[in-house]
């Protein structure tokens, strides 16, 4: 399970005004009957928070049932069920248990903010869309209700005008809303406002005390820029390694470190086979599963290199890697990283041999499948 998911349902679910509303509908038979029914209903609900707090997520389920049982008008024991399931990964459960809950409590908005992004989670846009517009219908002043609006658009989004509109009014409404920022700046580069991207990266860091919400956003921003330096030194100000965008922004700045110094060593020395090697393998130097032809542009260097050093066995071998790679994708490449293979073969035996090891072992590309279900 997505530990940030469980972490934000447990924020937005549980309120101590909903775990403590009172069911004025009920009725029972004694005083004294209804006196015991509340103390067990109570009872079983902060058992249920309790048991879902600690991730005994069959064992809350079983105290919901039982709270249901003996209050079904009451929405509170289907507002955890929705809970418990969004921490299982269930989406399509967790929206149906909002569901219930709001026809019990319709005023109540975080539960048709819980079931956006119940919605969201199952790729059901449309659904996750209208919920998030009813939560702002009932409470227009409610931030959480265009945070949960914006993820919902951005299933598919092709324009992202309305989703930067809807986190730019949750910070205006939160100014203090970290998460409200962040994903600001992140949309905004997106749509390709830099500046407006860059501002809203520099206000979350401002505002968080650490200084490291939006730092490493902030960094990959400056290092597709060009501006290693600024990005260099938003990386020596960090708190904390710990970034969970793949690929990571340290990698991507030292790439692109790298590749600044082979470019400027070859624009110095565009003939030393050395530096021709060097500037193809960082231009094939990228995420194993991301398809964007880098291999063929490196080839482009290392034939270059062994036309002025036909001997230069580094060169083949790095022309070898290459075809290994394209051809993991592409299996009707595989003939000519086979025949680049034999080439080695007779410049250097050893390097062919840790090749033919290489291909056995290489595991990249893109892997390509049916779609998930909308309810996954």
Not at 8 to 18: A, D, K, R
Not at 43 to 70: M, P, W
Not at 341 to 367: C, F, P, T
Request: hydrophobic fraction near 40%; charge should be neutral.
């Amino acid at each position: 399970m997505n530990l940030k998911v469980f972490l934000m349902v447990l924020f937005l679910v549980f309120t101590p005004s909903l775990l403590n509303a009172n069911d004025n509908k009920l009725s029972i038979g004694s005083k004294f009957d209804q006196t015991l029914a509340f103390d067990e209903f109570d009872d079983l609900i902060k058992d249920a928070f309790q048991l879902y707090s600690q991730r005994k997520f069959d064992e809350a389920l079983v105290k919901c049932g039982r709270a249901i049982e003996l209050r079904p008008a009451d929405f509170r024991p289907y507002y955890i069920t929705g809970a418990v399931h969004m921490a299982q990964w269930k989406m399509k459960e967790a929206s149906e248990a909002f569901a219930k809950a709001i026809s019990l409590n319709p005023k109540e908005k975080t539960l048709y903010v819980n079931k956006s992004r119940a919605d969201r989670n199952r790729n059901a846009r449309e659904d996750a869309v209208a919920a998030a517009r009813d939560a702002i219908k009932l409470d227009p002043s409610y931030a959480e209700s265009y945070m949960a609006l914006a993820d919902a658009l951005s299933i598919g989004a092709k324009d992202y005008t309305e989703i930067i509109e809807a986190y730019r009014t949750a910070v205006k409404l939160k100014p203090s809303h970290l998460n409200a920022h962040k994903e600001l700046g992140r949309f905004l580069s997106y749509a390709k406002d830099t500046k407006g991207a860059e501002e809203a990266f520099r206000t979350v860091m401002d505002l968080d005390p650490e200084k490291m919400f939006g730092r490493f956003e902030l960094g990959r921003l400056l290092v597709a820029q060009g501006r290693l330096k600024e990005a260099r030194d938003i990386w020596n100000g960090r708190k904390t390694d710990k970034d969970n965008t793949f690929p990571n922004f340290i990698t991507l700045l030292e790439r692109a470190e790298k590749k600044k110094v082979a470019e400027e060593n070859l624009a110095k020395s565009p003939n030393d086979p050395e530096c021709l090697l060097q500037m193809g393998l960082i231009t094939m130097d990228g995420e194993s599963w991301v398809v964007d032809g880098r291999q063929e542009k490196a080839i482009i260097y290392f034939r270059k290199a062994l036309e002025i050093k036909p001997d230069f066995d580094k060169a083949q071998y790095a022309i070898c890697q290459a075809y290994v790679q394209i051809a993991d994708t592409f299996k009707s490449r595989n003939k000519e990283a086979d025949e680049e293979i034999a080439k080695l073969r007779g410049m250097n035996a050893k390097l062919a041999d840790e090749i033919v090891e290489y291909k056995k072992n290489y595991s990249g590309g893109l892997k390509t499948g049916p779609p998930p279900p909308i309810d996954k």
